[in-house]
């Protein structure tokens, strides 16, 4: 490792970062034995305030769901954005 990487680290992207949190927030949910508190209203908050940062969107817009067929679980996360010609420029 050098001075200079030592001293300025490099910042994770964003995208990355979001992504090892939800894995920790699954990987939690799955090790409470589904006795847990649901992590859906915290993650949906969170993702509301991310996208909110880049675009105006409506909380309603963003839909997330869990399903869970056994083993099999499948997140969805439905997110309407805004069309080119309404963004703010």
């Known amino acids: ?4 990487s030592f001293l300025f680290p490099t910042k994770p992207k964003s995208a990355v970062a979001a992504k090892e949190r939800l894995q920790i927030i699954i990987a939690r949910e799955r090790s ?14 969170e993702l509301i305030e991310v996208i909110s940062k880049y675009t105006k969107v409506n909380a309603d817009d963003i839909k997330i769901s869990l399903d869970r067929q056994g083993n099999l679980e499948v997140l969805d996360v439905n997110v309407v954005l805004p069309d080119a010609d309404s963004a703010p420029t």
């Open 32 to 45: 409470n034995g589904r006795q847990g508190p649901d992590f859906l209203p915290a993650l949906h908050k």
């Open 1 to 4: 490792m050098s001075l200079l």
